[in-house]
């Protein structure tokens, strides 16, 4: 029996929850031999998934560095998988979604030939910078990429409308819908002091997770100020934010909710009692694409602090609303679901469309039944 080497390639923390379940089982296929590497383009955040997860790169690249910039991530992943690939000359390398890491890691093999496999494929907004630099990076993955395992029918449609060949898209469900079924755990006992001093039978708890380029400065202001607002008109809800480490989150945060009696502001969560507090919420306010796909297996109304989303399903099956960064639009559409006991049950009753939990199981069924490609693909000739 042929042996199919697979690289998979992990820079951040999303990355790494949604390629956890899929790791797994290509470490348990005889047909595969499962090489892991990093590039760390978030350090602290991603080492508490690997822990979680149980998961043992066999590479590091440890390229993380204070204030880093887009161009020296890029440079310094390429520079760094370039040595790895040429070393391991995998038959396949796995990129996960629309990091900085996920293109240069796509495009690292590209430069040396090598086929490229895209989890999470096919998303899209249609809008150059928004969100930023993501929706470029995965429609230049689209470009690069040999297999593409799309999460929906939609994002298969997406790749087809722009030439991607039939046969090389797979639709497979979200992975990440794999990873909660393992992470939230009834009767769960969180891990952070603050988290478990909160009474979530007297309270309702409003979770706000927003980091993105695009919302930095102003447009954060502005959904700051707007739950600012619902805690001072609702007193039995209380602001759970985990800042993201970025120091322009952390201003917005400190201006704006710091000091008031129901805002906790804690430091990043590890997943366990992320994904624990995200079934325990009564909203969740994000601009995270990763929570629009995870909150609906769980019951829990999302609203979107970004004008357009790569993730329409949800909103169109009902399972998130999109607000924007207005404080007005952002406070009604939360008032709403918090006075309107009928409109709130709609939204948390609404099947997720983003699959049933086996996404994992069959993207690694399709790598092994495309082994016949993957192993007799000329490198070097540029026939992929």
């Given amino acids: 029996m042929d042996i199919i080497k697979v690289m998979s390639i992990v820079g951040t923390r999303p990355e790494a929850i949604k390629m956890a379940p899929l790791l797994r089982l290509l470490a348990q296929a005889e047909q595969v031999e499962s090489v892991l590497c990093l590039t760390a383009q978030h350090r602290e955040m991603l080492d508490q998934v690997l822990a979680l997860f149980a998961l043992h790169p066999q590479y590091d690249l440890d390229i993380m560095q204070p204030e880093q910039s887009l161009t020296h991530i890029t440079a310094r992943a390429l520079e760094g998988l370039e040595k790895v690939m040429c070393r391991e000359q995998p038959h396949l390398v796995l990129v996960q979604g629309d990091t900085t890491t996920t293109f240069a890691g796509a495009l690292a093999a590209?430069?040396?030939?090598?086929?490229?496999?895209?989890?999470?494929?096919?998303?899209?907004?249609?809008?150059?910078?928004?969100?930023?630099?993501?929706?470029?990076?995965?429609?230049?993955?689209?470009?690069?990429?040999?297999?593409?395992?799309?999460?929906?029918?939609?994002?298969?449609?997406?790749?087809?409308?722009?030439?991607?060949?039939?046969?090389?898209?797979?639709?497979?469900?979200?992975?990440?819908?794999?990873?909660?079924?393992?992470?939230?755990?009834?009767?769960?006992?969180?891990?952070?002091?603050?988290?478990?001093e909160l009474d979530f039978s007297a309270r309702r708890v409003l979770l706000l997770e927003t980091h993105r380029r695009e919302n930095l400065g102003?447009?954060?202001?502005?959904?700051?100020?707007?739950?600012?607002?619902?805690?001072?008109?609702?007193?039995?809800?209380?602001?759970?934010?985990?800042?993201?480490?970025?120091?322009?989150?952390?201003?917005?945060?400190?201006?704006?909710?710091?000091?008031?009696?129901?805002?906790?502001?804690?430091?990043?969560?590890?997943?366990?009692?992320?994904?624990?507090?995200?079934?325990?919420?009564?909203?969740?306010?994000?601009?995270?694409?990763?929570?629009?796909?995870?909150?609906?297996?769980?019951?829990?109304?999302?609203?979107?602090?970004?004008?357009?989303?790569?993730?329409p399903e949800a909103v169109d099956a009902g399972t998130a609303v999109l607000a924007g960064t207005d404080v007005d639009k952002i406070y009604e559409t939360a008032a709403r679901l918090l006075q309107d006991r009928a409109a709130y049950a709609q939204m948390a009753r609404t099947a997720n469309p983003y699959g049933d939990g086996r996404a994992s199981e069959r993207i690694t069924q399709i790598i092994m039944d495309q082994a016949p490609y993957l192993l007799h693909a000329k490198r070097g000739s540029g026939n992929r």
Avoid: W
């Fill in 110 to 196: 590209f430069y040396q030939r090598i086929a490229v496999g895209h989890v999470e494929a096919g998303l899209r907004t249609g809008e150059k910078y928004a969100p930023f630099p993501e929706e470029i990076n995965r429609c230049l993955n689209s470009v690069i990429a040999d297999l593409h395992f799309a999460p929906t029918t939609l994002a298969r449609d997406n790749l087809l409308r722009e030439g991607i060949s039939p046969e090389r898209i797979f639709v497979t469900g979200n992975t990440v819908i794999d990873a909660l079924q393992t992470t939230v755990q009834p009767g769960y006992i969180f891990g952070n002091p603050a988290l478990r």
């Fill in 218 to 311: 102003e447009p954060m202001r502005q959904s700051c100020e707007a739950i600012r607002r619902l805690l001072d008109d609702f007193p039995d809800t209380v602001l759970v934010f985990p800042m993201h480490k970025n120091p322009a989150v952390r201003r917005v945060a400190a201006a704006r909710l710091e000091g008031h009696p129901r805002a906790v502001l804690l430091e990043p969560l590890d997943t366990l009692d992320f994904h624990n507090l995200m079934a325990r919420s009564c909203l969740i306010f994000t601009d995270s694409g990763g929570i629009q796909e995870e909150a609906p297996s769980l019951g829990v109304p999302v609203i979107v602090l970004r004008a357009v989303t790569e993730r």
